[in-house]
C-alpha cells in the first residue's frame, strides 16, 4: 500500500463536492495521496488503498448515483478500508438527529453493512437558495427548512484527520 486514497462523492449543487474537496486536502496535508471525483468518475478502484464515499441527502436518501456506485463497487470496497459520509440536514445541532437518529440512509444500509465500513459521518449541509429550482424552492419554504451554510468544518477537518491517521498506520 501505498497511501492513494479515492474520495468519491454525488451532489446536487455543490456543498457536498466542498466537503469531499476538503476531506481530500485533510489527506493530503498528512501526506496521502487523494483524489477527489465525482462517484461517475470514479473508474477502477484497484489502485486505491481506501476509499472515502459521500452524498448529499434529500428526503434521507443518498443521490441515485452515489447508491449506483456502493452497489456496483460493494466488493471491492468490501475487500479495503471505506468510510461514508453524508451531508445534508440544515440547521444548528446534531446532524444525525435531523435524520432521526440515523446515521447512513436506510435502504442502502444493506449494502453498507457487507462493507463494513471504518467510520460513517453526517454533516450539515448548505442550501444556497440561488441555486434551487422553482420546486426545491417551494419545497424549502413549504417546510421552512432552515437556508444558509451550516457545515461544520472543524468537524470535517477532524473526520477526516481521523481517517488520513487510519490510512497512514495501515500502509506502514
Same mark, same amino acid.
Given at each position: 500500500m501505498d497511501g492513494q486514497?479515492?474520495?468519491?462523492?454525488?451532489?446536487?449543487?455543490?456543498?457536498?463536492?466542498?466537503?469531499? =474537496?476538503k476531506i481530500g486536502q485533510?489527506?493530503?496535508?498528512?501526506?496521502?495521496?487523494a483524489d477527489v471525483l465525482p462517484v461517475g468518475r470514479a473508474g477502477d478502484l484497484s489502485p486505491y488503498d481506501a476509499v472515502v464515499v459521500g452524498s448529499a441527502v434529500y428526503i434521507g436518501r443518498w443521490r441515485k448515483e452515489a447508491g449506483t456506485f456502493l452497489t456496483a463497487?460493494?466488493?471491492v470496497l468490501a475487500d479495503r478500508?471505506?468510510?461514508l459520509f453524508s451531508s445534508g440536514p440544515t440547521g444548528e445541532g446534531d446532524p444525525v438527529a435531523f435524520?432521526?437518529?440515523?446515521?447512513?440512509? =436506510?435502504?442502502?444500509?444493506?449494502?453498507?453493512?457487507?462493507i463494513e465500513p471504518r467510520g460513517i459521518a453526517v454533516f450539515h449541509g448548505a442550501v444556497d437558495v440561488?441555486?434551487?429550482?422553482f420546486l426545491e424552492k417551494f419545497v424549502v419554504k413549504r417546510v421552512k427548512s432552515p437556508v444558509?451554510?451550516?457545515?461544520d468544518w472543524d468537524a470535517i477537518t477532524s473526520w477526516a484527520t481521523a481517517i488520513a491517521g487510519a490510512v497512514k498506520e495501515a500502509i506502514s
Open positions: 486514497v479515492l474520495v468519491a462523492y454525488a451532489t446536487k449543487h455543490g456543498a457536498t463536492t466542498e466537503i469531499a =474537496e485533510v489527506l493530503r496535508e498528512a501526506g496521502l495521496r463497487n460493494e466488493k478500508p471505506v468510510w435524520m432521526k437518529g440515523v446515521d447512513f440512509p =436506510e435502504p442502502l444500509q444493506p449494502v453498507a453493512d457487507r440561488r441555486k434551487l429550482s444558509g451554510d451550516f457545515r
